[in-house]
């Protein structure tokens, strides 16, 4: 079989380039997180197959690169199903893999526990601009702490992170879990068909609420249920204080924590915030993944079409692992569409050392070289870069690739030059 | 079945104090080999199986973590060999993604090019103590580079790296795989043998010259032949200037380049280090790869049992992927046993930030709850590292917690006290 030049498929090479910016970014969110306590860890990319199946992760467990078992454990002869030949996988996600870290370091670990993780995850999914099968991941997570002072602390780490970044004007949107079920158990909807209803409320941004309604009537939901429903996110849209409508009238319902604690991390983080953003109340708000328990909430910037990173209250899952439930909260930032977006409005990582470039003639060598050397060596000790290279044939050319890598300066060294 | 907290068998997880070390040792490496004018670049951990097992990688291809195909490729019932149900696995190695990532992406990229790579790379190996089956590799290439400017940049800004990171007293031993053969030669062994020879010398450092005789005869190799080859090996150890005795005796049967180069290598890098180390020649270096073409070379620190990284030229594997050979060069340094040695040796990063907790007391929330978390933004934004908290029932074993993390100040917010 020939060598193949191409990535595999729906994966891609980083050039040095882009890899400039990511380095940038993962410098400053590295610093910015560290400000707030968040400590570094890392977890192996390969889980066991039983933890990446365990419907922690939703649709995304259709899309496990699985690895094959190895040694006398692989039986293909008698193998019938997928199960029966694999044991593991790439991980899909940080959060299943966080909360097994987690789960079996809690030990030694202190409490709250504030968690930065930065790593790849892989899904098989249909490749497309700017989608890649393997992309970076960032994810805060805080462990051990059931106050909103959790919820306050990961928005402001986030947008500020993202201040430092150079983006405004975004929008921080939350809402609850807790908030949604009462909604809808107030309209008349039974249990069963939530899950159901919150999929197409998800919808509310791109089909408008005439869109959601008629998908609700088309999924056979009553009219009288959805009139109900609906008639609560259009009176919704005209209130000032959203929290306080609804308030009044889910009164009854819904625990006065729920939303008492949404206006608390509202205006807390108003107070507080580094940068320019706005934090509203967004009661239409779903976030995908079933094992949020109570806030979620995601950020939009006007620069990307849809969401940049978003997160929730998790308090159940880690009980999965050790029997045990621990609080738990985490915020994911969108790390490759914030590198898509910076990458193609070009922009330049600041404070880049000075560049020079020796360029050598060919044949130049022992003392003469040995002396170009110890000049590079000097000027790189006082914190210039220098490329110390042989001179090419297309010198000119050579010059202008270099250029394009942001070399500015130029010496040059002859064979007759130095022999003086 | 129930979700298991472990790892995988085999892998780790990384926790706060290893991975602030990590983050540490990454960022000299970046900003010392980037001062020699190295570009960051990555490519993905998965290729495809046919680039993973074509003899590039050695026995390391028996250790691939492979993966399943996907979709209607995989066609489980028929498959009667590993082939038949897999299509990628997880890198081995970041040697045989680079040179595909060169091959790709040339045109795009100066020249010469100087890659830094860094990333994990997967074996199925044996666990055992210090050795996982994820680890991370750092490696350094040059691309188009033919003259020995290459290695003497490599090992200069290799050594710089470990000098930053205070190792010292190490050595680099160097040879030139040419070399070795031309001694073979010499000697008389026949072509077929050699590599079988060097597997044998490569022990010299463990079973001496004694053991290498021995071993060499049981083989089944002529005693006379065995005896002229050792005599080398014997009287270079006798004489002062390895490489002058070498070009008397081996004159004809080998390019006068070869010897003037590892000379000229060795006598560059001793009079331009940037820090303490011993450069040598050693003839009895072997190095495993069968793709090295030139020379080979590695580094012994005194910490370590064996050695710390290594590498040579390898100018034919470019043309495997493209038809045209370039010349390259590489050096991967030990990042995981140097990460090991500072775990263990007590190692502090310097430079960390001031650090402080605010402990809350529950209850506290409101206006005076903001006033805490602006109080924070503000020392935050002057640089200081601030945990905000809420105060545990437990508060001593959570301060104490707290100082092994390296929090020195705290400050505590009551509820009583904040409303005067």
Not at 303 to 329: H, I, L
Request: glycine residues 10%.
């Amino acid at each position: 079989m020939a060598l193949n030049k191409k990535p595999i498929r729906g994966m891609k090479d980083i050039l040095p380039s882009e890899m400039q910016i990511r380095d940038y970014v993962i410098g400053v969110i590295k610093d910015t997180y560290g400000k707030f306590g968040f400590t570094s860890i890392d977890t192996p990319s390969v889980e066991s197959i039983a933890n990446l199946t365990n419907k922690q992760g939703g649709d995304n467990e259709k899309l496990i690169y699985k690895i094959l078992k190895r040694g006398e454990k692989l039986n293909l002869a008698d193998a019938a199903r997928e199960e029966d030949v694999v044991d593991s996988g790439l991980r899909y996600d940080l959060t299943v893999p966080l909360v097994r870290y987690y789960s079996n370091n809690a030990a030694q670990l202190p409490s709250p526990f504030k968690a930065l993780q930065i790593g790849n995850v892989w899904r098989a999914e249909q490749p497309q601009k700017g989608r890649y099968r393997q992309f970076m991941q960032c994810d805060i997570d805080i462990f051990g702490e059931p106050s909103n002072l959790a919820e306050i602390e990961l928005i402001l780490a986030t947008t500020t992170t993202l201040g430092r970044l150079g983006f405004k004007g975004f929008e921080v949107r939350i809402n609850d879990r807790r908030l949604l079920k009462a909604m809808a158990a107030y309209s008349g909807f039974p249990d069963e068909v939530h899950d159901s209803v919150f999929i197409t409320l998800d919808k509310m941004d791109k089909i408008g609420i005439e869109g959601v309604e008629e998908e609700l009537l088309k999924n056979g939901l009553e009219r009288e249920t959805v009139e109900k429903y609906l008639e609560l996110y259009r009176k919704l849209g005209q209130e000032q204080d959203g929290v306080a409508y609804l308030e009044r009238e889910l009164e009854g319902l819904l625990d006065t924590s729920v939303l008492e604690g949404l206006r608390e991390i509202i205006e807390s983080v108003r107070a507080t915030r580094s940068c320019e953003f706005e934090m509203v109340f967004d009661p239409a708000l779903v976030r995908g993944m079933s094992y949020y328990t109570g806030t979620i909430y995601e950020i939009a910037i006007p620069e990307f079409g849809g969401s940049c990173g978003g997160g929730g209250r998790y308090d159940r899952m880690v009980g999965k692992f050790t029997g045990n439930e621990v609080p738990a909260c985490g915020f994911s930032i969108g790390f490759e569409r914030i590198i898509m977006v910076l990458t193609e409005s070009g922009f330049q990582v600041p404070d880049k050392p000075r560049k020079k470039a020796y360029l050598i003639e060919k044949g130049v060598g022992g003392q003469a070289l040995c002396e170009i050397i110890a000049k590079a060596q000097e000027a790189r000790k006082e914190g210039t870069q220098v490329l110390v290279a042989r001179m090419n044939k297309n010198k000119k050319f050579q010059k202008g690739q270099l250029q394009a890598e942001g070399y500015e300066e130029f010496e040059e060294f002859y064979k007759e030059a130095l022999k003086n």
